[in-house]
């Protein structure tokens, strides 16, 4: 990129962008748009050498809202990336999946351009890698980056999201309006009896478009299923009703388990009932399945079964498969919470008739134990698909790998 030089023409400062966003202009002189991140480095600290304060904030503010438009914040190239925060502050950090969401790792603290109110950040990543992350200015709340137009949704609420530039955006995520769609069926409430649970469990059953033409269906399991089903989470109905519309899957029945209470939604019992509860695998195999079987068209080999999790959620589908094989075919676990007395179940049983799915991240999340339960599984010879992506354990990761899964266990031949 050619220095970038500043003129005053008529004391007015334009600054626009061609509408293919390929050559900024500053009054009317092009610059090339950056095509390294040294440019990008070059162009931030020339604006901040600018001596006259309203000049150079004028440009400033226009830089960044051209950036914001065009989704170029943070500024990511190869394996280079730029956090950038624009205020008055005395202190500002970044803090995310990429740093176990610390707010004390200096690492991670910005430092402030000059005279300006431009703080920076520069840090290298995989260049597929993708993260939550938020900052914290001035040792203050944790806020969203108000330069960064993409936000993750978490159980917690919303979050500021990480591109690298080599990450792939999954393919049937988004919803398409000329396909057919399944339906989603209103809450259901099952009481479990008193030998298992003795409390009321909610879910929901995803049945596929022309469902009353169709037999012997698969069906999938899903834990935490108030979140798999949510659009702005697991986001797994327009999976489902994409991959099915698209001939990539099987029309397949899902049950979505709701873990928490009914009565009382604040009240999440997931960690209870997923903690390798026998309770809860019994209400499952002895009440809820036979319930399912029932009610609707499925097909009610284990081959044809699948369980579904995330995080403890991984951890009761992977207890489930050691515990009911004959019932449960297919195990899929998404980081997994695993203890080495559950890994070892999986090693001092001969080979079971399951196959599985498993992933983790590879910034702090529980890569571990998860590489640990793959090499057992390698060894025993389960059918197994592996994967491990450049991101923590969150649903912008989790909900990336719903396709890989349903074509894993249900891909049309």
Not at 8 to 33: A, E, G, Q, R
Not at 46 to 64: G, M, P, Q, W, Y
Not at 157 to 171: F, V
Not at 175 to 180: F, G, L, R, V
Request: hydrophobic residues 35%; neutral net charge; contains cysteine.
């Amino acid at each position: 990129m050619k220095r970038l030089n500043i003129i005053l023409v008529f004391s007015v400062l334009l600054f626009s962008c061609k509408s293919d966003n390929s050559t900024y202009y500053i009054d009317n002189n092009p610059y090339k748009k950056f095509d390294s991140y040294a440019e990008f480095k070059t162009t931030i600290n020339e604006l901040a050498s600018i001596n006259k304060t309203a000049t150079r904030d004028s440009l400033i503010n226009l830089f960044l809202d051209s950036l914001k438009s065009n989704q170029e914040i943070p500024f990511a190239k190869d394996t280079s990336v730029m956090f950038i925060y624009y205020g008055k502050a005395k202190n500002v950090i970044f803090t995310g999946d990429f740093n176990q969401w610390s707010v004390n790792d200096k690492k991670y603290e910005a430092k402030k351009i000059r005279s300006t109110n431009l703080w920076i950040l520069e840090q290298n990543f995989p260049d597929d890698a993708r993260f939550d992350y938020k900052i914290s200015v001035n040792k203050s709340e944790l806020i969203i980056d108000p330069l960064n137009n993409t936000v993750q949704k978490r159980e917690s609420g919303p979050y500021s999201e990480l591109k690298m530039p080599y990450w792939e955006a999954p393919k049937y995520n988004i919803e398409k309006t000329n396909i057919p769609k399944g339906i989603l069926t209103d809450v259901k409430t099952i009481l479990s009896n008193e030998t298992n649970l003795d409390y009321k469990i909610n879910y929901q059953v995803y049945l596929p478009h022309n469902y009353q033409t169709q037999t012997n269906l698969p069906v999938i399991y899903v834990t935490d299923g108030h979140e798999y089903s949510n659009p702005l989470l697991g986001n797994m109905i327009t999976v489902l009703d994409n991959m099915i519309a698209n001939n990539i899957i099987k029309p397949l029945i899902a049950v979505f388990i709701d873990p928490r209470n009914p009565e009382n939604l604040e009240e999440n019992r997931s960690v209870s009932e997923y903690d390798c509860n026998d309770r809860f695998v019994d209400f499952i195999v002895h009440e809820l399945v036979p319930e399912i079987d029932k009610s609707y068209k499925t097909n009610p080999q284990a081959d044809s079964r699948a369980i579904l999790g995330v995080s403890y959620g991984g951890k009761i589908s992977t207890y489930t498969g050691v515990k009911k094989p004959e019932i449960f075919g297919c195990i899929a676990a998404q980081s997994p919470v695993l203890d080495e007395s559950l890994i070892r179940e999986y090693g001092k049983n001969k080979k079971l008739p399951i196959k599985f799915y498993l992933s983790c991240g590879t910034f702090y999340d529980v890569k571990d134990n998860t590489q640990l339960l793959r090499d057992v599984l390698i060894y025993k010879g389960y059918p197994l698909e592996y994967i491990e992506v450049n991101e923590s354990g969150s649903w912008g990761a989790w909900r990336n790998q719903i396709d890989i899964i349903l074509k894993y266990f249900f891909r049309i031949e």
